[in-house]
């Protein structure tokens, strides 16, 4: 990351960031960061990551931008990508209070596209007839 010449750093990564409370299972798990969010968020902090697209949870979530592990507009941008495939888990997932948008549930299958220009990067995510969920964009800061 510290080395990159490119304009926009995005990264990908299956297992979340953030760490999601149950909402219909005898064990209970409160809200908070995975292990892997309370490694690595520090490291897209420290190197101005754009965008950060995570999935595992299958289900699609818009969680702003955080920064420091709170919502901060200067931090990257949380996306979870979506459902894609046969395996769903309707209502399994408490909303995070840093959720700003969550597909209707329960959920579809959807996909997301990705539009990059010298001066922004916009995510769309869509259901499978084309229904726009959600656009999101982020304006050049370099």
Known sequence: MAKTTKKWKIVLM???PLQYGFANRPQ????GF???????MPLFDQYGVDAVLSAHLHTYRDRGHIRNFQRDESG???LITGVAGNVQYPG???QHSLDKYVAPQPETDNYMTLEATDDSLTFRSFLPDGQLLEEKSISSHK
Not at 28 to 31: I, L
Not at 34 to 40: A, D, K, M, Y
């Open 76 to 78: 990257p941008l949380y």
């Open 92 to 94: 399994l997932w408490k």
């Open 28 to 31: 209970p798990r409160e809200e």
């Open 34 to 40: 995975s292990p892997e969010g309370r490694l690595w």
């Open 14 to 16: 299956h297992k979340d």
